[in-house]
């Protein structure tokens, strides 16, 4: 989720599909980090990284998303996401998504937005 405006409040795609994982570092448990690690598991196979609790196993959905996709949603901890979240489509919430947002919201089918690639018409 890349913004606080309507395209991602009313979307939450990306947060119900892809796995979110970042370095440990940014974990608040570490000096300097900022992710609550209580919405966090590590990473059993690469000790130097974390994840969204919820975006490892299928289903995936982060469980800091909060709302119903496609309808309204929030990220409870939106000013301490950590960077992947940040650095998602930046411009998605201004109305031009990426191949990446594009594929989440197919994925929960909703029409990719305007701006985001779309050469495959919605069947
Ligand atoms: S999939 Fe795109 S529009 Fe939807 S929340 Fe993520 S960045 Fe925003
Ligand atoms: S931390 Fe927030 S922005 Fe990141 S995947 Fe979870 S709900 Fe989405």
């Given amino acids: 989720m890349s913004g606080k405006n309507q395209n991602c409040t009313r ?3 990306c947060c119900a599909t892809y796995l979110v994982t ?3 570092q ?3 448990s570490e000096s300097g980090g900022w992710v609550p690690t209580a919405f966090t598991d590590s990473d059993e196979i690469f ?3 974390a994840h969204m609790r919820g975006t490892h196993h ?3 959905r982060c469980v800091a998303l909060m ?5 309204e949603v929030s ?3 939106y000013e301490q996401r950590p960077s992947p979240c940040r650095d998602f ?3 998605a919430d201004f109305g031009h998504g990426d191949a990446r947002c594009g594929d989440a919201r197919r994925i929960h089918h909703l029409p990719p937005l305007t701006g985001s690639y779309d050469a495959f018409p919605l069947a």
């Fill in 26 to 28: 940014e974990l608040d």
């Fill in 58 to 60: 299928r289903p995936r």
């Fill in 89 to 91: 489509a930046q411009e």
């Fill in 47 to 49: 000790s130097r990284c």
């Fill in 67 to 71: 709302g119903t996709i496609g309808v």
């Fill in 75 to 77: 990220c409870a901890i």
């Fill in 22 to 24: 970042f370095s440990r």
């Fill in 11 to 13: 979307c939450g795609a």
